[in-house]
């Protein structure tokens, strides 16, 4: 048995049956981590000493007969944008290099009472401004299922990790699509929530009004398990199928987003054999439109990187983080620390933010893309009176190559076109495998719900996992991944 | 759309952003940035419905308004950059 290939629920299960124990677990994955993550650069930072420190005392409380969680136990990795008093929370900025966080984030005291061991932190585009984790102040990170291939991001770190073996789950935050497309890119399931549903104190802000923190896992059931600690509404483990009849599902796939002239062949042929398998299981496979799709991206970098400017003015060099030497005075404070301690993508995109927002530009763009946010969502509401799910691909592409999109932001951009709606909206959407191209870089794909129906999209996703093996696939071992092989 | 570098030097002090050398390149990013998301920018009236005034009719369950995070002014003075005693200490913001 490969301890680093099962699913959390499966070593949850083993940790509670005594056949393992919570530190013979952690010291598995610790070690795992530090020997690879030279190679992956997933994480920023591994938490040997408290980890170790956790797993025993979770495992002290199982020993004393305390009922926790399936989860109890199980190592997990955990986004360098969410507060910890473990270790450092940087964000994957030189401007928080160092910072230690006084109080935990609300999910992470939710999965520490659960009884989960945090063994690192992940590597992450800064400031989660990105889609490839190349944006980082600690370099890139590398997907695991091809060494020159970026992981997707922002939470490249997390995914990597657990494509990996490195970690049995982790939590990415997705604004616009930073849990789903790396998801996608590296071959696990991951779950956007409901905006709102999971509480964002501890989540350094990037746009608050569309960041959620998420689960990213081997398969359905493990986000179900995740989500259920998480959030602050019930989430049911998924269903296998059964004998008796299951009430007729409506799946809607959008035509016009499946006649995008950057979609590449294999992710839309994939994706299409998805709805044909959803069709076998039972579900209704039904056409529509969705109308602005091409006014998706304009308006989430809008909102978004305002947003942004707001948020990101708290780093001044003044409370805490980086502060620039040679100030003399309190402007220099400001604006050197800002120049030095950002990366080049957040200068972009704060800068794009304040634009937006100068008095002569609000009406003209920030005013409009809140209008057609509202025009969105409502397009999305429209559609799902028609349908209980929509079926998308996770991106246009499978994981492309380190360094190709570095010099183009805005060809970066265009890969958050099938994610970003669900953040604009407030809707749930998961992404999960479908199959690999012919490079054996796997491919996502997406399903999106209604408010609070991730109960509905896990047990739909755990049918179609029941059927396919696409999630079972693993990655070549750390010493061959010069390309993707599905095994 | 063209941003010249009176355009960069105002988001710039508006952002609190000492650009240097940068200025040229970003500026060329935002103007690459804005053209494509003016997409949505254009004047025309059926796609300008007036705002809604809410987003969404959510019910989701609050927590108690119970302060969780109690002020701890050692740890919040440990990230800070240079203190003095209990104070952040700052280049004079006054000049004599």
Redesign the interface.
């Known amino acids: 048995m490969n301890i680093h290939h099962l699913t959390a629920l499966e070593l949850g299960s083993l940790i509670k049956a005594k056949q393992l124990s919570a530190p013979e677990v952690a010291r598995a994955f610790l070690d795992a981590s530090a020997a690879d993550n030279a190679t992956l650069n997933a994480y920023t930072e591994i938490l040997e000493e408290s980890a170790m420190a956790a797993a025993t005392a979770v495992q002290k409380r199982l020993d004393a007969g305390e009922s926790l969680s399936p989860l109890a136990g199980v190592p997990m990795a955990l986004k360098d944008n969410i507060c910890s008093t473990e270790g450092t929370t940087t964000a994957a900025s030189k401007m928080l290099g160092g910072?230690?966080s006084?109080?935990d984030a609300a999910a992470v005291e939710k999965l520490k009472a659960a009884g989960a061991v945090i063994i690192g932190k992940t590597n992450m585009d800064e400031f989660a401004m990105g889609s490839s984790t190349e944006k980082s102040y600690y370099g890139p990170t590398r997907n695991p299922w091809g060494k020159n291939r970026v992981p997707g991001g922002s939470s490249g770190g997390s995914a990597a990790a657990v494509a990996a073996g490195l970690a049995p789950y982790a939590l990415g935050t997705d604004t616009g699509g930073s849990v789903r497309q790396p998801c996608g890119f590296c071959n696990l399931t991951g779950v956007k929530p409901t905006?709102?549903?999971v509480?964002r104190h501890g989540l350094i802000s990037y746009a608050s009004s569309l960041d959620q923190i998420g689960p990213m896992a081997r398969d359905a059931a493990d986000c179900a398990a995740i989500l259920s600690i998480l959030a602050?509404?019930a989430v049911d483990t998924p269903h296998p199928p059964t004998d008796a009849p299951r009430p007729p599902l409506k799946i809607a796939m959008p035509t016009n987003h499946y006649d995008l002239p950057g979609l590449a062949p294999a992710v839309r042929a994939q994706v299409l054999k998805t709805a044909d398998t959803l069709r076998s299981l039972g579900a209704e496979i039904v056409e529509t439109t969705i109308p602005l799709l091409?006014?998706t991206?304009?308006?989430y970098?809008?909102i978004a990187c305002a947003e942004a400017?707001s948020n990101m003015?708290r780093y001044?060099?003044?409370?805490?983080?980086?502060?620039a030497l040679e100030?003399?005075?309190?402007?220099?404070?400001?604006?050197?620390t800002?120049?030095e301690g950002?990366g080049?993508e957040a200068?972009?995109r704060?800068?794009?933010g304040?634009?937006v927002l100068?008095s002569e530009n609000y009406d003209?763009?920030y005013?409009?893309?809140?209008?057609?946010r509202?025009?969105i969502?409502a397009a999305y509401d429209e559609a799902l009176k028609a349908c209980d799910l929509i079926l998308t691909p996770v991106s246009p592409t499978p994981a492309y190559e380190i360094g190709a999109n570095i010099e183009d932001?805005?060809e970066m951009?265009l890969g958050d076109i099938y994610t970003a709606s669900a953040n604009l909206a407030?809707l749930p959407a998961a992404a999960a495998p479908c199959g690999f191209d012919g490079d054996g870089m796997p491919i996502g794909m997406q399903l999106i719900g209604r408010?609070y129906s991730e109960s509905l999209i896990l047990d739909t996703l755990a049918s179609y996992q029941e059927a396919t093996d696409f999630h079972k696939k693993r990655p070549p071992s750390p010493d061959s991944m010069e390309r993707g092989a599905a095994k | 759309m063209k941003i010249d570098d009176a355009q960069m030097a105002k988001l710039a002090d508006a952002a609190r952003i000492g650009l240097g050398p940068d200025a040229g390149a970003l500026a060329r990013d935002l103007e690459q940035i804005a053209a494509y998301a003016s997409v949505i920018t254009g004047d025309d009236s059926t796609r300008s419905p007036a705002q809604s005034s809410d987003a969404q009719n959510l019910s989701a369950p609050l927590r108690p308004d119970v302060v969780t995070n109690a002020p701890n002014a050692e740890a919040l003075l440990a990230g800070a950059p240079d203190v003095k005693g209990t104070y952040i200490r700052v280049p004079r913001t006054v000049e004599e």
């Not at chain 1, 001044?316 to 502060?323: E, F, L, M, N, T």
Request: glycine content about 6%; hydrophobic content about 35%; overall charge positive.
């Open positions: 910072y230690r006084p109080f905006y709102g549903s509480s602050s509404l091409e006014c991206v304009p308006t970098l809008i400017s003015a001044d060099g003044v409370k805490y983080g980086y502060r100030t003399p005075t309190i402007n220099d404070v400001f604006c050197k800002r120049a950002f080049a200068k972009r704060i800068l794009f304040t634009f100068l003209t763009w005013r409009k893309a809140v209008q057609t509202e025009m969502k932001p805005l951009y407030g408010p």
